[in-house]
């Protein structure tokens, strides 16, 4: 009876598990399990939004510098006006050519053009020369001038060619031509550098043209080229300067104290005050500006002055930023006793400028030719 008993302790812990399992079995049958929310076809086609990941900027370890090509670089300066850098392992020879230096930059001094024809330049070839400097007013009276008068877009002996370029080089105005003009196997771009109001460089690049490594440390060479002297800025003395702006003419200046303005439909006129006439119709005005008529054109007035003033002198004034043709000279006896001096005209595009150095007043105590110039820098064209 005892062993009965036993077994029945035994069977209870049994009988509850199975118990407990249909319970379990009786909560998911299907029809006690709850039905998942309908999903549309449109939320299918939602892209889920992505949980951001911030990914670390990794540190750099070193810094690369690049190098610099011209670190070894050589400069030559020539005596009379300009300075030129070039590698520290080409060659330089310079040679007197009427009262100046041409200088020629090479790379390899046994690589030489071939004469003629009949062979191509040599691959490795490449030469920088540069000539003069050379006076353009004389011949040009101004450095656009000389451009347009050498320059031949097909090409032609002595002329530069092809593709034309206005450049800068370190503060200097250039223009740089596809072709030079010079009759050599090895012929090349070709440079014109204007140095200052007077004197321009030639620059010719002497290379094989499909060499581009050459090509492009010629062309290094040849924009290196810089002013020996730098001229130092300006101090501006004209600050404290009185205005004027005239009625007639789409012109405006300033002028000293103590100086004024005299001004008609065809005329302005700048005297030292006071300003006076004689009875024979003359002024004490140093500075007249007149505008063309059918009696005095451009072309009859600058006859009459290349004519009557003497030890003549042409050159060209930048005023307001454009070149002007101007001459200077001594007076021919317009004036009383020995008054007469120093004249300076500027011929304008609708007007033509004098200061003349000494006008009747013979007790002035200023230079007018000084003054003038530093009153024409201050003119304005009205746009």
Known sequence: MKNHAKHFALLLPIAAIIIAGAGCAEQIKPENIPAKPAVSAESQLQTPTPTPITIPSPTPTSTFAGKDETADWKTYTNPSSYKINYPGSWSIRTASNSGNTDVDIKKDETTQVPDGYSKPCPANFVMVSVKGPFDYVKEYKT?????????????????????????????????????????????????????????????????????????????????????????????????????????????????????????????????????????????????RLTRYNQNDTRKSKLAEYRKELKNLQESNTVVDGSSFLTLTGDDWGRFEGTSAGKVMVVFFDASWLEIIERPIDRDQRFNPITIGNQILLTFRFSK
Not at 188 to 200: E, H, I, M, S
Not at 222 to 234: C, H, K, M
Not at 253 to 263: H, N, Q, T
Request: with cysteine.
């Open 143 to 287: 450095f656009d001038r000389l451009v347009t008068a050498r320059y031949d877009k097909n090409g032609s002996l002595g002329s530069v060619s092809g593709k034309k370029e206005k450049l800068s080089i370190n503060g200097l105005t250039a223009y740089k031509f596809e072709g030079s003009g010079i009759e050599s196997v090895c012929g090349g771009p070709a440079y014109f550098v204007q140095l200052n109001d007077q004197k321009y460089l030639t620059v010719y690049l002497g290379l094989n043209a499909g060499n581009q490594a050459n090509v492009k440390i010629a062309s290094q060479i040849a924009e290196s080229i810089s002013s020996r002297t730098q001229t130092p800025a300006p101090i501006n003395e004209t600050a404290n300067w009185l205005p004027f702006k005239s009625s007639y003419f789409a012109l405006s200046f300033k002028i000293p104290s103590g100086f004024e303005v005299k001004e008609g439909q065809n005329y302005i006129l700048v005297a030292k005050s006071p300003y006076y006439t004689t009875d024979i119709g003359s002024d004490n005005a140093f500075l």
